[in-house]
């Protein structure tokens, strides 16, 4: 029961508001039978002394004894009292009636023309309700006698006894009722949080496969899918954690692979001419230069995951942006004698944004063409369309696989694993440049024919150059 403390909480609540309830419940519909018992009763026995009273004003009407005869079909008591206080004649059976029964103060005011009423106890324990008047003479004063109604209480007690009686049972119907009612609430309540507490736990201990089963729609099943979707969410980012470690380690082992072994030659003089010293030094520089370039990166791509990148947001003129871009990638262009050609709108809005960073992106897709393609040529086009401005680097290389193409914006995904690290790629060019232009707001599109040519393409909305100064 211990572990089900929430459970016996809610049902100790529910019970207690049960109990109040129905407590009050009974105690107000007793009071409401007792109080209608006692006021019935009451009113008929007033009635009853009235009705006794002026059948003695009239003696010649019907006489005394026939009275007292009347009396006792009535099933009630009726008492002549002097003004003196003495039972000058009485119905019923001819024993000592109580002296007590008659209170020397009531009669004054009895006398007086008043009337008087209360209750009785005879000294068996029979309680009985009194009511007694004056009888009038014929002058309409208070005469000698007062006539006295002993009502029995014991059918009305009896009426009230059977009423308490089946409230007292309903009332514990209810409340088993209500025992029951609860217990089932409290059951249902509890064993879904605690499927949840016990859910939890195996997460926190690394057991993130446990999934909850979704009961309905309200804030238990609401609770449940969070709880299924945080171990969701935890699954992939282990996973991708792991993975992202795994080609981290693989990345870095290539380059610090070609550093050990290389610096042995050159350490143990194993080259024949200074010529392949050269050419071996110039290895080691190749690779530690991979080296920074593959761990900025990553800083890079760390910040702007955890959103701690600051952009330093201008206007930029993406014309010539594009125009610097295209002079520092000639030299790597002309190697590969590949045309480098521009088509710049210059109508197209100014955009505001970090300018370096564009820059970084341009030329990071400015390498990849280069990187990619052994013959034609680049083209670097910055335009506009009713729905958006774009900057596009066309290509005409080797192209993208379709399948492969929304897998190159992941971290370390290469098509061809040994053209990129021939020629220094990291794998983290594109996440990085997609990365980029999200944070200012834009999109990177990319569009490719394997054997044709590739075509990335960033764009943004052009309200964001309708703000320029
Ligand atoms: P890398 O450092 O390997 O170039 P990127 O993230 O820049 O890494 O690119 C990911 C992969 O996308 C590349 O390895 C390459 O296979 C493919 N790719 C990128 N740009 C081009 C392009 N212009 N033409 C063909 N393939 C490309």
Known sequence: MAKNKIGLKLGLVILTAFAVVILLLGWTTNRMFTNFYTAEMRTEAEELTAHFAAMSESPELMSEEALLTFADFSNVRVLYVSRQGQIVAHSGPDEALDPMLVKSEELAPLFAGGKMEREYTDAKGERYYLAARAVLNKTGEPGQTAVYVLSSTRHMDESIAAVRRVLALAGAGAFLLALGITWIIAIRVSSPLLAMQAATRSMAAGDLETRLAVHGKDEMGALAESINHLAIGLQRYRDSRQEFFANISHELRTPIAYLEGYAEVLRKGLYESEAERDAYLDIVHEEAVRLQRLVDDLFELAKME????????????????????????????????????????????????????????????????????????????????????????????????????????????????????????????????????????????????????????????????????
Do not use: C
Request: net charge negative.
């Open 306 to 469: 955890e959103g701690k990148i600051s952009l330093s947001l201008e206007w930029i003129d993406l014309a010539e942006l594009a125009q610097s871009a295209v002079q520092k990638i000639k030299l790597k262009a002309d190697e590969k004698r590949l045309t480098l050609q521009t088509k710049l709108n210059s109508q197209v809005p100014l955009l505001y944004g970090d300018g370096l960073r564009m820059e970084q992106v341009l030329l990071n897709l400015l390498e990849n063409a280069v990187r990619y393609t052994e013959k034609g040529s680049i083209l670097v086009e910055l335009d506009e369309r009713p729905e958006y401005a774009f900057m596009a680097v066309e290509d005409t290389g080797i192209g993208i696989p379709e399948a492969e193409l929304s897998n190159i914006f992941e971290r370390f995904y290469r098509v061809e694993k040994s053209r990129s690290r021939q020629h220094g790629g990291t794998g983290l060019g594109l996440p990085l440049a997609k990365k980029l232009v999200e944070l200012q707001g834009g999109q990177l599109l990319v569009f490719s024919q394997p054997g044709r040519g590739t075509r990335f393409e960033i764009r943004w909305a052009p309200e964001r150059g309708e703000e320029q100064p």
